[in-house]
């Protein structure tokens, strides 16, 4: 599934957190305020693009019900992790680089079931700075495709067996060994925040500005149901601000009202009281996505937000009015 998730391409001297990422043609964003984790911790990332496979011949399934898996893609990227990442897990620097490239190569496409331009593939590698020749040469030799596939195989097998009875859809991320529940950036930030030794101040819960809003005289009332409406539209607000491309598309395979699965899930707890037909409430985030508050703020996001998080929250479908933020 093409899934705009966050790839931690990080190296430390001291203890590394290690992350197994399980997933086919996974387009990863690289999040620059994440930068930090580098310099206090570590990651040791490890990027399986295993594909569908057929529960008989135990190949690669490219096609579903007719639809296009883009088998070639997922091959292609067994070539790179296998060329650039021979012994699992990738150096920082090169971590990053794999970062670049599915950024560019599969990043406009993300949150969609479609097949992705494959003349971008060569420049994308060329803007990542990493050499395509070797990858290009590794899948121009079927026999050791297929020998990648079948470690690739062997590697999905395990770890659904890793993951139990109900093991959800991809992408599957295991952190320290342990399969994260919750896929959402926040909770593999906060996950692996809580592994460091020494977590940078991008870990930390932050207290961000004031939001004001009113909606029509009456309509607002203090309470649980207000607060959970209030971090629904921090949320929806911030994970815009953050991940903008199709950030909107919904899933028939989420809980009814996820706008999608890139929410970054920001704010910890908000705190309303009303007056005067208004709520201001109080709230925090994670430190990480302090910024994508104020760039949500800047353009106008909390107003969708807001109506988003005041439907599902407290039942109430109403205009908004922003007044602070």
């Given at each position: ?99 670049r490239f599915l950024a560019c190569f599969e990043g406009a496409y ?133 991940f903008p491309v199709h950030f909107a598309t919904d899933d028939d ?73």
């Open positions: 599934m093409r899934v705009a998730q966050l790839l931690l391409a990080a190296q430390a001297a001291r203890a590394l957190v290690d992350v197994e990422w399980y997933c086919y043609e996974a387009s990863n964003v690289v999040n620059a305020s994440l930068a930090d984790l580098s310099v206090a911790g570590g990651v040791n990332f490890t990027y399986y693009p295993v594909n569908h496979v057929n529960a008989t011949s135990g190949a690669f399934e490219c096609a579903v019900d007719g639809e296009s898996l883009d088998c070639e893609s997922t091959a292609y990227d067994g070539c790179m992790t296998d060329v650039h990442c021979r012994a699992g897990g990738c150096d920082a620097a090169t971590q990053r680089k794999i970062a993300a949150n969609r079931e479609v097949n992705v331009n494959a003349s971008r593939r060569e420049p994308c590698f060329r803007e990542a700075d990493l050499d395509f020749a070797p990858v290009r040469a590794c899948y121009a030799d079927a026999p050791r495709r297929a020998a990648i596939a079948a470690r690739l195989n062997a590697s999905k097998a395990a770890m659904m067996a890793r993951l139990g009875a109900s093991p959800g859809l991809f992408p599957h991320i295991f952190v320290d060994g342990k399969p994260l529940v919750d896929r959402t950036w926040t909770a593999l930030t906060r996950t692996i925040c809580g592994a460091l030794p020494a977590p940078p101040s991008v870990c930390d819960s932050v207290a961000a500005p004031r939001l004001v809003f009113a909606v029509a005289e009456g309509q607002l009332r203090e309470g649980p149901a207000l607060d959970a409406a209030a971090v629904l539209a921090v949320n929806s607000a911030a994970s815009k601000a953050a395979a989420l809980p009814p009202g996820d706008p999608s699965y890139v929410d970054v899930r920001a704010a910890t707890r908000a705190s309303c009281a009303v007056a005067d037909a208004a709520a201001t409430c109080s709230y925090e985030v994670l430190g990480a996505f302090r910024g994508a508050v104020d760039q949500a703020c800047r353009d106008g996001g909390f107003e969708a937000g807001l109506v988003y998080g005041l439907r599902h929250a407290a039942g109430l479908d109403a205009d908004v009015a922003v007044r602070a933020c």
